[in-house]
């Protein structure tokens, strides 16, 4: 399913019980959440952090992959996402990079679909992963309202 | 009048039946995984025979005031087997079930009207019995996609 060839790595990013795998292109760098600046929060954007030459948005998720709309202290990690028109972080717990080798990687089952949700497919090795992608977080996110608002208020 | 194999299904307070060859496997002790941002009446899945198969728990979806199944012990699963089309390739689904099916005989004459709209929705015919009425699953509704919302 979903192109993934199994040549392919993944980066796994945990919010809280919930393991989130993304090809890792989709994933540009793992910051430190600490290098955010928090200062000017407008949810669902939670900050800013300056990385791969520019500011970008940064969010966060709850484990159930909605937008959070304060800072959890617990997410240690910013990881910045690339989808087709911008960069983006997100804020999690963990990450971890692994080998798609091995992993069996299935559609979501149909009856599973909710509207909107950013779950693409399931992930099973070890344990069991959400398969998504940095569009479809941005989708959740509301990524490219809040590029468009920025641009309209430079 | 003519006679049908089904399973009698309990899900939570409900019953419910499906046709005999409908019922593909019954795991009395289930590991199910738990999925985020899945519906309520939706949230595991259970790898079986290399496919990724949705766990539904009826119940809840009947009754969203009662309790979601948290895949804990003491819980039972049947994997039911269904065709979206004629030419479809045939899927797996499977629900959730307080006890074990029941296989039993069901005659033309106990065919009687679904309960309500919500059943109607789901269930394709429905039988009576001594207990009551038994809606007859329409297992390719069911794992469609059409109650994801």
Same mark, same amino acid.
Request: charged content about 20%.
């Given at each position: 399913m979903d192109g993934l060839s199994h040549r392919t790595t993944l980066v796994l990013l945990h919010f809280g019980r919930t393991r989130v795998a993304l090809a890792q292109r989709a994933v540009r760098s793992l910051e430190a959440a600490a290098d955010a600046d928090f200062a000017i929060a407008q949810p669902p954007v939670l900050g800013t952090i300056v990385a791969g030459g520019g500011r970008w948005p940064v969010y966060a998720l709850d484990e159930e992959l909605a937008p959070l709309r304060s800072v959890p202290r617990e997410r240690r990690i910013c990881?910045?996402?690339a989808d087709d028109r911008t960069l983006f972080g997100v804020l999690c717990?963990?990450?971890?990079?692994l080998?798609?080798?091995g992993l069996a990687a299935y559609p979501l089952p149909l009856a599973m679909r909710r509207t909107g949700?950013?779950?693409?497919?399931?992930?099973?090795?070890a344990s069991v992963a959400l398969l998504s992608s940095a569009h479809s977080l941005a989708l959740v996110l509301k990524v490219g309202a809040a590029v468009e608002s920025k641009m309209e208020t430079a | 009048m003519s006679q049908a194999g089904a399973w009698l299904l309990t899900l939570g307070d409900h019953r419910a039946a499906v046709g005999?060859? $409908?019922?593909?496997?019954l795991m009395l002790d289930p590991g199910a995984a738990e999925l985020a941002s899945t519906p309520a009446h939706c949230r595991h899945v259970i790898f079986w025979n290399d496919r990724c198969v949705p766990v539904m728990d009826l119940a809840h979806w009947l009754d969203p005031s009662t309790a979601a199944v948290?895949?804990?012990p003491h819980r039972h699963l049947?994997?039911?087997?269904?065709?979206?089309?004629?030419?479809?390739?045939? $899927?797996?689904?499977?629900?959730?079930?307080s006890r074990p099916p029941q296989r039993v005989e069901v005659d033309d004459a106990a065919a009687t009207q679904l309960p309500d709209a919500r059943w109607r929705s789901i269930a394709t015919a429905c039988f009576a019995d001594a207990i009551g009425t038994v809606p007859i699953l329409d297992l390719s509704r069911i794992f469609s996609g059409a109650l994801a919302g």
């Open positions: 990881a910045l996402l717990d963990e990450a971890q990079v080998p798609r080798e949700t950013p779950v693409e497919g399931v992930i099973e090795g | 005999v060859r $409908e019922q593909v496997h948290d895949a804990g049947g994997v039911y087997a269904y065709q979206l089309g004629a030419d479809m390739p045939v $899927e797996f689904g499977a629900l959730w079930l």
